[in-house]
């Protein structure tokens, strides 16, 4: 009788039924997508940031002490470099695939054929790598200076040209002062070869970079004879911002317990990540750059702070909706309830059938909903970020357990105010 | 005026007699209407709160000289272009080399307050150094050195304009100073030792002379394009030049944020307001009866439907009312609680906020009624 009742209710008044359930489910797909989202934006936000470049540098224990003081008096920088051969070994850390992106750096002074000498680097612009553990990459400045703005002629890309090809880029500055434009080739006169370079293209850094010629690794390893050796690293590692135990464990790894050593060195703090390089890359100091790596962490933040705030804002809204709909539902019944008790229906048979009814509505307004909610934010995700929002299984019990109560929390009042009244007065229309 | 009244009447009857109803109906605009004023206040705000939060990457715009030096006097009048209220914060930089045991290393003379405020990712072991006589200096002059904070050193200056036979016979000028701080960025600064401007003119030559200024503005890369332009025409002596590193990136990120919190502002109206209609279309739908009663009684289409309408437009303006000031209130919190800083309160949020409400409750209001109208009285009365 009990479930004669319900698919009555449900095949008589479905357009009344259907009206809850398309409310129910815009509630849910609100609360679905938002929390989607919030759950993904410091991933997405993080993965934006690395615009602004590296955010870990890699420099050989002993220059970091005394070569770059040295450079000041303009003397030739000391001996100690860290070993090419040693860069795959970067993706192998704990936190491997946290790091998005790396390029190694070799500077050398090399004269031009009107006797100046010009600061020139060797670095990956897109150098792709097949990783020990089987996977690839393809790393290099191209990402990593993604604020150059190539003036004339496009990114140089070493998979095309070869690893030490006679290609370079020059800044804008440089190729001012000695009219060259892309296509045109450059002299080189370093302290072991000299090599004709043709410029591949002109880009304009807004800064140092303009006065200087960017080549590929090998090619300006070979001018001054460094073979296999580099000066620097860049790395750009997505990281945790720091908290207490990151600036402790930064300063000295030593005064940690075990426990907290292990939750250091298991997070992705810049720190805990600076730690992973120097065990693996032979007499090297990491560090991470603050200008870049504190402000990610203020911006990421904010970001999820924001993103929180506005998630709860529409939790509340989605969840004042449906109990407002639910009530205005269950209150519009009034004359049926009356019925109901006035033939002899007990109180509990008759809310426990209105909530039954409710709640099914409320099942299935869900269950659109929550895909309908995912839909949304993967539209938010492929438009805003242009990758698609992660789907997390703790937005399910979260949606559910909301839907439920609020439900509940709707029907319920009503409910109980309707039984309340006198059968007779309802039934004769005076509320 | 007798029908006006009438009609006045009947309205606030039906809101105040049918109480728990309207004030489900009320409760659900307001809602709405909330969220639509606070969504959109946060959405108008983020750029300029969010602006401000990236200013913590540094500098975004450098001063250098246009001939060969510039003074300070030139920085400063070029800084005053730029609104106060956009200054960040403002650094001049004079670079001299200076030595320490005999051993090279740059000595910068720097506003010590401009720079904490240009550059706010500088990490200080110890204090920024506040009187005469203080300096820090960079992490890896520390290191080198064995420097500590609290620590004495001296510094040496030998004048450029020294021949080979003053060098022999004059001694250099020396100072010593009180090591306040140890700087930490990661970057190229550590190598410096940072010092003020007075005390390093003291030490070096008095030509109030600076070779850079960094200037961290807040403003959009156009806002700065044009405050380039202002500068480099009004102070001849400055060329002032963008950090194409901060602002190409910052206008990369802070696009793809507004982009996202636009996004979800619509989805969330978008669905809040479906929400707020059906919820309306129910509460109307429930008076199919009292439709029915008043045509059998012989009102016209057009007066039901009026009264109806007027009833809930009434509500939509004490929804929108209620709404755009609950909606103000959340977004300051969330201002306050995220950014710390209080949001820029925007009239015309409050007209809008109030018309979409109407319209939204007008809207959907009117199908259940209109499709009351249509249908005989009698079988309304009759309950089917």
Redesign the interface.
């Known amino acids: 009788m009990f479930l004669r009742m319900i698919r009555g209710t449900l095949l008589r008044q479905w357009k009344k039924m259907l009206m809850i359930a398309f409310t129910i489910a815009l509630g849910a797909s609100l609360a679905s997508a938002m929390l989607s989202v919030m759950l993904d934006v410091e991933d997405k936000v993080n993965q934006e940031l690395k615009t602004y470049g590296a955010n870990i540098t890699v420099v050989p224990k002993a220059a970091s002490v005394l070569n770059e003081l040295y450079e000041v008096e303009g003397g030739e920088a000391s001996g100690a470099y860290l070993a090419e051969g040693e860069l795959g070994k970067i993706k192998t850390i704990f936190w491997a695939f946290n790091i998005v992106d790396y390029a190694p750096f070799v500077n050398v002074n090399a004269a031009l054929d009107d006797g100046s000498t010009v600061k020139t680097v060797g670095s990956w612009f897109n150098h792709h790598m097949e990783l020990p553990t089987g996977e690839q990459l393809d790393a290099g400045i191209t990402s990593l200076r993604s604020w150059w703005e190539i003036v004339q002629g496009a990114w140089l890309d070493e998979q095309k040209e070869g690893d030490d090809a006679d290609v370079c880029m020059i800044g804008t500055a440089l190729a001012k002062k000695l009219g060259k434009s892309a296509g045109d080739t450059l002299h080189l006169t370093g302290s072991e070869s000299d090599r004709s370079l043709r410029i591949v293209g002109i880009y304009d850094a807004g800064g140092d970079e303009d006065d200087q010629i960017y080549a590929p690794l090998n090619t300006v390893q070979a001018l001054d004879g460094l073979d296999g050796k580099i000066d620097s690293i860049e790395v750009s590692a997505l990281t945790t911002p720091d908290n207490e135990l990151a600036e402790k464990a930064a300063k000295d790894p030593g005064s940690l317990t075990v426990s907290q050593y292990e939750t250091w060195y298991c997070t992705a703090y810049a720190s805990a990540i600076c730690w992973q390089i120097q065990e693996v890359i032979t007499d090297s100091v990491a560090s991470p750059v603050r200008q870049v790596a504190d402000s990610e962490g203020a911006i990421l933040e904010k970001t999820k702070l924001l993103m929180i705030l506005i998630t709860i804002l529409s939790l509340i809204g989605a969840a004042l909706g449906i109990c407002n709909l639910v009530t205005a539902s269950v209150m519009e019944r009034s004359s049926e309830i009356g019925l109901m008790k006035a033939i002899g229906a007990q109180n509990g048979a008759v809310s426990g059938l209105v909530l039954t009814e409710i709640c099914m509505t409320a099942v299935i307004g869900g269950v659109v909903g929550f895909f309908a909610g995912f839909g949304f934010a993967q539209i938010i995700g492929h438009t805003v970020f242009g990758s698609s929002i992660t789907m997390r299984p703790v937005v399910i019990p979260i949606v559910a357990i909301l839907v439920i109560l609020v439900t509940l929390a709707g029907s319920i009042p009503a409910i109980r105010m309707l039984l309340r009244l006198r059968p007779a007065e309802v039934l004769h229309g005076g509320r | 005026m007798k029908k006006r009244q009438m009609f006045l009447r009947m309205i606030t009857a039906s809101l105040m007699r049918r109480r ?2 309207m004030l ?2 009320l ?2 605009i307001a ?2 209407a ?2 639509l004023s ?2 959109v206040t ?1 959405y108008y705000d ?1 750029p300029r709160q ?1 602006g401000a ?2 200013r ?3 500098a975004n715009m450098i001063f250098v000289p246009a001939d060969t030096a510039f003074t300070e006097q030139d920085v400063r009048q070029g800084a005053a272009v730029i609104q106060a209220a956009d200054l960040v914060g403002i650094a001049p930089y004079r670079y001299e ?1 200076v030595r320490i045991n005999g ?4 000595a910068a003379g720097t506003d010590m307050q401009g720079a904490q405020a240009a ?1 706010p ?3 200080v072991d110890g204090a920024w150094p506040a009187k005469d006589g203080e300096l820090m200096v960079g992490a ?2 520390a ?2 050195f064995r420097l500590k904070v609290g620590g004495e050193i001296e510094l040496s200056y030998t004048p450029e304009t020294r021949t080979q036979e003053e060098l022999k016979t004059v001694q250099d000028q020396t100072c010593t100073y009180q090591i306040t701080g140890i700087l ?5 600064e550590e ?1 410096y030792v940072y010092m003020s401007l007075p005390d390093l003119a003291k030490l070096t030559v008095d030509d109030g002379k600076v070779d850079v200024a960094e200037l961290s503005v807040s403003g959009g890369a156009e806002q700065l394009e044009k405050y380039i332009e202002q500068i480099n025409a009004a102070v001849p002596a400055v060329t002032a ?6 602002t ?2 910052e206008t ?2 802070l696009t ?2 507004q ?3 636009l ?2 502002t619509i ?2 109206l978008a ?2 307001m ?3 209609a ?2 309306m ?3 109307v ?2 008076r199919r ?1 009292e439709i029915g009663l008043r045509k059998a009684i012989g009102a016209s289409d057009k007066s039901i439907v009026g009264e109806f309408l007027g009833e809930n437009l009434l509500l939509g303006l004490l929804g929108g009312i209620i709404g755009s000031l609950l909606g103000f209130i ?1 977004a300051q ?2 201002s306050i ?3 710390s800083s209080s949001i820029s309160f925007r009239l015309w949020i409050v007209p809008v906020t109030i018309l979409v409400s109407i319209a939204v409750t007008g809207l959907a209001s009117l199908l259940p009624i209109r499709s009351a109208t249509e249908v005989d009285p009698a079988l309304v009365l009759k ?1 089917e």
Request: net charge positive; aromatic share 8%; glycine share 8%.
């Open positions: 728990s109803r489900v109906a409760l659900s809602i709405g909330t969220i606070g969504l946060i983020v969010m939060q990236f913590s990457y540094g080399n051993i090279p290393v740059v550059s990712y500088w990490h890896k002059v290191e080198s930490d960025t990661g970057g190229s190598e030049r963008t950090v194409k590193r901060v190409a990136s990369t990120v793809k944020l982009a996202l919190v996004l979800v989805v969330v669905l809040t479906i929400c707020v059906t919820t279309t129910a509460v739908a429930e009866r959340f919190q969330v609680h995220v950014f309950g």
